[in-house]
């Protein structure tokens, strides 16, 4: 194996391909955009990841974007996305990746334009396995390469492998002691078997939306549905193994795209899909063949246009939802992108004003999570009250606290048992959250702050507050997090937010507090 550096025309060649993998023109595929020479790892080529990691972002099943530091972001051919470890995780990490079917691998290329806040957190030694006989057993083939930093490394196979699964191990990284980085993962080459006639698609399939199910007209024509927010799926172009349709849910209003690529066994698909017609941004779609004979579909063809008419359900009117998301500070709207959930449905709501508005299934309850850039993150519970139900409208405000020194955050839902330090279970989530923000602003220190009602003794109330917080930071460094980033301070119950005058205040006086000393 050879490391080779780009000429210009090389350059040039290698930038346009990477151009022409993000347009999705209205039938496409990659597959067909680049016959004879295919990033076999791509999410839109039907790869699936079948072994990862610790891996720093676990990603959302119901976005439409891939989250970068996750482990997609090594196969979504985005040179801003990428994957990165978990925290406290240590070399070696190892990635087992099914092709959609047997390939021939000419060329590895490995993007290390790593962030470069954090000093050597770039792979640096890697190995590459091959196999055909399943994730597990069978690899051979394997060949080291030694990367370097900020670079496109590209490796030409000088002796093509054929494989169906691509192990990658990270074996070292340039030296950092907490955290290992890689941008892109890509492995080129072609079909083994050039043609080949795809296995039927009808049938039930589980997927990482709930059940899909795909039925042909009487001319033969594919489409589908499926449960989440009553989805409707229509076939635009079928090239080799690979799928594209547009989609439409009539539940929420929301509208948009696929590209599914099926195994060679028939059993599963995999793809992207996205909203609207942005192809720049898309999530992943996975889906494994659960039964032959398909659901009944609200989109089904029928003759009798009377049945049509007599099965028509008078629908009700949708609750409308209308939240601000206001800067705690300066009262100021801050737009951009929050999520909407309910017991059975999500919804994904853009506002370019800071007003997000949302038709939704009336509901008694919905939860509002916000994770908006410089804020820290919120979720929300918030009731819908029967006369807001009846009139079909509500309307809720969400205080976000910056993030900038010397602003003081409530950390909701930190929870301790009466009189006691140790943290419940329901505590863990948002401790979790707290590390996240901490990880993404790698020079954030804060000073964490416990606080109690005015029941008992004040000296124990003092003694109390301070075991608290220390709790909270042991729990932050045992996930990673520098034991030089967290001060902490026990007040007892000097400072209350609230009246002592009954539980239902009292409550509110025992909380923690974090203060950012410094970003």
């Known amino acids: 194996m050879r490391l080779f550096f780009f000429t210009l025309q090389q350059t040039t060649d290698f930038m346009v391909r990477r151009f022409l993998g993000f347009l999705f023109f209205t039938s496409?595929?990659?597959?067909?955009?680049?016959?004879?020479?295919?990033?076999?790892?791509?999410?839109?080529?039907?790869?699936?990841?079948?072994?990862?990691?610790?891996?720093?972002?676990?990603?959302?099943?119901?976005?439409?974007?891939?989250?970068?530091?996750?482990?997609?972001?090594?196969?979504?051919?985005?040179?801003?996305?990428?994957?990165?470890?978990?925290?406290?995780?240590?070399?070696?990490?190892?990635?087992?990746?099914?092709?959609?079917?047997?390939?021939?691998?000419?060329?590895?290329?490995?993007?290390?334009?790593?962030?470069?806040?954090?000093?050597?957190?770039?792979?640096?030694?890697?190995?590459?396995?091959?196999?055909?006989?399943?994730?597990?057993?069978?690899?051979?083939?394997?060949?080291?390469?030694?990367?370097?930093?900020?670079?496109?490394?590209?490796?030409?196979?000088?002796?093509?492998?054929?494989?169906?699964?691509?192990?990658?191990?990270?074996?070292?990284?340039?030296?950092?002691?907490?955290?290992?980085?890689?941008m892109e993962f890509e492995a080129w080459g072609d079909f083994v078997n050039p043609t080949v006639i795809p296995q039927s698609m009808v049938g039930v399939w589980n997927s990482n939306f709930d059940w899909v199910s795909f039925n042909k007209t009487s001319t033969g024509t594919l489409y589908g549905c499926y449960k989440w927010a009553s989805g409707e799926l229509y076939l635009k172009n079928i090239s080799r193994k690979t799928y594209s349709f547009t989609w439409k849910q009539k539940d929420d209003g929301q509208s948009g795209w696929c590209v599914l690529v099926m195994n060679k066994e028939g059993t599963r698909l995999c793809g992207v899909w996205g909203l609207n017609s942005d192809t720049t941004k898309f999530g992943y779609w996975e889906f494994s063949k659960t039964q032959s004979t398909p659901y009944a579909c609200s989109n089904d063809v029928v003759a009798n246009t009377d049945a049509i008419a007599k099965a028509a359900i008078k629908k009700e009117p949708l609750l409308n939802v209308m939240i601000e998301v206001q800067d705690k500070g300066t009262s100021k709207a801050i737009p951009g992108d929050i999520e909407l959930y309910t017991t059975s449905k999500f919804y994904k709501v853009p506002s370019g004003d800071g007003m997000y508005t949302a038709d939704i299934n009336k509901v008694s309850l919905i939860i509002v999570k916000t994770a908006l850039p410089n804020y820290y993150p919120t979720t929300d519970t918030f009731a819908i009250t029967p006369e807001e139900q009846k009139a079909f409208y509500a309307t809720r405000v969400i205080q976000l606290s910056k993030l900038m020194a010397g602003n003081t955050i409530l950390l909701h839902d930190l929870l301790f048992n009466r009189t006691s330090s140790e943290l419940l279970s329901s505590t863990i989530g948002p401790l979790d959250q707290l590390v996240k923000v901490l990880n993404q602003y790698p020079n954030m220190y804060i000073e964490l702050s416990g606080h109690t009602d005015n029941q008992g003794d004040a000296k124990k109330n003092q003694q109390l507050s301070e075991k608290r917080v220390e709790a909270v930071k042991e729990y932050l460094v045992s996930k990673g997090i520098g034991e030089e980033r967290i001060k902490t301070v026990g007040y007892g119950q000097k400072y209350p937010i609230a009246s002592n005058d009954s539980e239902q205040t009292r409550k509110l006086n025992r909380r923690v507090e974090m203060r950012i000393i410094k970003m």
Do not use: M
């Open 28 to 182: 496409i595929s990659l597959h067909a955009a680049f016959s004879g020479n295919i990033n076999t790892i791509a999410l839109k080529n039907g790869c699936r990841v079948v072994q990862k990691p610790p891996t720093f972002f676990t990603p959302s099943a119901y976005t439409a974007k891939i989250d970068g530091w996750s482990v997609y972001g090594l196969q979504d051919q985005s040179e801003t996305n990428g994957w990165c470890s978990g925290a406290a995780s240590k070399i070696p990490y190892v990635f087992v990746f099914e092709l959609s079917e047997d390939y021939i691998i000419n060329k590895l290329v490995l993007n290390t334009f790593c962030q470069k806040e954090y000093k050597a957190i770039s792979a640096k030694d890697i190995k590459v396995e091959y196999s055909t006989t399943s994730a597990k057993a069978g690899f051979a083939s394997a060949s080291t390469y030694l990367l370097e930093e900020n670079k496109i490394n590209v490796f030409d196979i000088t002796a093509p492998v054929k494989a169906r699964w691509i192990k990658l191990t990270v074996l070292s990284n340039f030296g950092n002691p907490q955290w290992t980085e890689l």
